[in-house]
């Protein structure tokens, strides 16, 4: 897009909205510093206050949801988690232009969960897998639900939404392979059990790592469903070994591991045409994993 938007509709935000959020809401913290987070996320416009706290604005309509189950969630789930997860400390309300809730949360030190930032994928590896285990555990009682086509709903109901997105990619990649493991994907057998609490969007970007260890999980709206959705960084972030020791330390089967892979094409291939002009970090990344995908499908694993 020409004006240096991802998205057609989102709300723009600078240092002045957010000062004057502050200045009518939360005075108390008005006068800190306020700086923005450079991010290739696409959902939300982050601000640094002061040194131990950020501000983050939904930009888009469909991020707007995640205001609320942050501020109900997040404080019930972080007690039984073994990784950090910013516990909001206060929910701004619509103001000053800006449509939405907002949230005050802590800054939660650290870089994006990568190669160049963790001593051994094999022990990060791990770390993410008690992560999700001890998610899984947590009570789902009264636990929201994924949208129409939200990560968690079965696969099967993301089928025309990811064949759009194929359609959308000729030239991009090679479609009859991104079709056929697709495919792979969907003939899997279904999730029969329960809806187990994911993340949904468990990749490198929303994960920290401190001294060269995962330390963090970050930008997530909680929700329950099919744990499937949840394996994407399998193919984002490990390979070889360090995937093959994912999977092992979550002991997944083989319709689940399956199914994980079709949720990390489905994802790519829908961002990947989206943000081809206007996010290069985000299409990189989706690049990344499609051929990682593509790999493993061609390999038989």
């Given at each position: 897009?020409?004006?240096?938007?991802?998205?057609?509709?989102?709300?723009?935000?600078?240092?002045?909205?957010?000062?004057?959020?502050?200045?009518?809401?939360?005075?108390?913290?008005?006068?800190?510093?306020?700086?923005?987070?450079?991010?290739?996320?696409?959902?939300?416009?982050?601000?640094?206050?002061?040194?131990?706290?950020?501000?983050?604005?939904?930009?888009?309509?469909?991020?707007?949801?995640?205001?609320?189950?942050?501020?109900?969630?997040?404080?019930?789930?972080?007690?039984?988690?073994?990784?950090?997860?910013?516990?909001?400390?206060?929910?701004?309300?619509?103001?000053?232009?800006?449509?939405?809730?907002?949230?005050v949360s802590p800054w939660i030190p650290g870089e994006d969960a990568t190669e160049?930032?963790?001593?051994?994928?094999?022990?990060?590896?791990?770390?993410?897998?008690?992560?999700?285990?001890?998610?899984?555990?947590?009570?789902?009682?009264?636990?929201?639900?994924?949208?129409?086509?939200?990560?968690?709903?079965?696969?099967?109901?993301?089928?025309?939404?990811?064949?759009?997105?194929?359609?959308?990619?000729?030239?991009?990649?090679?479609?009859?392979?991104?079709?056929?493991?697709?495919?792979?994907?969907?003939?899997?057998?279904?999730?029969?059990?329960?809806?187990?609490?994911?993340?949904?969007?468990?990749?490198?970007?929303?994960?920290?790592?401190?001294?060269?260890?995962?330390?963090?999980?970050?930008?997530?709206?909680?929700?329950?469903?099919?744990?499937?959705?949840?394996?994407?960084?399998?193919?984002?972030?490990?390979?070889?070994?360090?995937?093959?020791?994912?999977?092992?330390?979550?002991?997944?089967?083989?319709?689940?591991?399956?199914?994980?892979?079709?949720?990390?094409?489905?994802?790519?291939?829908?961002?990947?045409?989206?943000?081809?002009?206007?996010?290069?970090?985000?299409?990189?990344?989706?690049?990344?994993?499609?051929?990682?995908?593509?790999?493993?499908?061609?390999?038989?694993?």
């Open positions: 897009m020409a004006d240096g938007k991802m998205h057609a509709d989102e709300v723009e935000t600078d240092v002045s909205l957010v000062r004057r959020l502050l200045a009518g809401q939360f005075p108390q913290w008005a006068d800190l510093r306020i700086e923005p987070v450079a991010s290739a996320g696409t959902d939300h416009a982050i601000y640094r206050l002061g040194d131990e706290m950020s501000v983050r604005l939904p930009r888009i309509h469909w991020a707007v949801g995640q205001v609320e189950k942050e501020w109900e969630w997040f404080p019930k789930l972080a007690p039984h988690l073994p990784l950090a997860i910013p516990t909001p400390l206060a929910k701004g309300e619509p103001g000053e232009g800006f449509p939405n809730p907002w949230l160049d930032h963790l001593r051994d994928l094999s022990e990060a590896a791990v770390d993410l897998a008690g992560f999700i285990l001890a998610l899984q555990r947590i009570d789902t009682a009264g636990a929201p639900r994924p949208g129409p086509t939200g990560r968690g709903v079965p696969l099967a109901v993301r089928d025309e939404y990811t064949r759009n997105g194929i359609a959308r990619s000729e030239g991009l990649v090679d479609i009859e392979a991104v079709t056929a493991a697709w495919e792979a994907a969907l003939a899997a057998s279904a999730w029969d059990g329960e809806p187990v609490w994911i993340h949904g969007d468990l990749l490198p970007g929303n994960v920290l790592a401190r001294h060269g260890r995962v330390s963090a999980v970050i930008d997530w709206g909680p929700l329950v469903g099919d744990p499937a959705a949840e394996l994407t960084v399998a193919w984002a972030l490990f390979s070889g070994e360090s995937r093959a020791g994912f999977r092992a330390a979550l002991g997944v089967d083989d319709a689940t591991w399956a199914r994980g892979r079709g949720w990390a094409l489905s994802t790519a291939i829908l961002e990947l045409p989206y943000y081809i002009d206007t996010n290069p970090a985000i299409v990189a990344k989706a690049r990344h994993r499609i051929a990682e995908v593509l790999a493993d499908h061609k390999s038989g694993a």
